[in-house]
């Protein structure tokens, strides 16, 4: 986890990393995009296109589950872009997450935890 200058905890909650296609609609346009990590706060992924820090976002993915994957779409803000080589790593902030999507993250993180024990 990273640590702010102060030297405290600036990640709400562990990531787990995972490669997943997502869609990215911002700005009125798609990116297809792929997830490399996801934590209950936001996600990271690498993307061919740069996008602006603080702007609103709506994120598409299937998440794995017990019973296969669950379609979710959730609200997110851009709170990082990154050039790496001849992409960007974005990160987003979960932005007003329901109680049924903090369910079905919170069940992914503990199907997760049975496979990293």
Do not use: W
Request: charged letters at 20%; a positive charge; one cysteine or more.
């Amino acid at each position: 986890m990273l640590k702010n200058a102060h030297g405290s905890e600036r990640r709400c909650s562990p990531r787990i990393a995972i490669n997943l296609p997502v869609s990215l609609e911002c700005n009125e346009h798609v990116l297809e995009c792929k997830l490399i990590d996801i934590s209950m706060c936001g996600i990271g992924l690498i993307s061919n296109a740069t996008l602006p820090v603080c702007t609103p976002a709506i994120i598409r993915l299937k998440l794995p589950n017990e019973d296969g994957f669950i379609n979710m779409k959730l609200q997110a803000k851009i709170t990082r872009c990154t050039k790496i080589r001849e992409q960007y790593l974005i990160g987003l902030q979960f932005v007003d997450l329901s109680s049924f999507h903090e369910y079905e993250l919170s069940a992914f993180f503990s199907y997760h935890s049975r496979f990293s024990a």
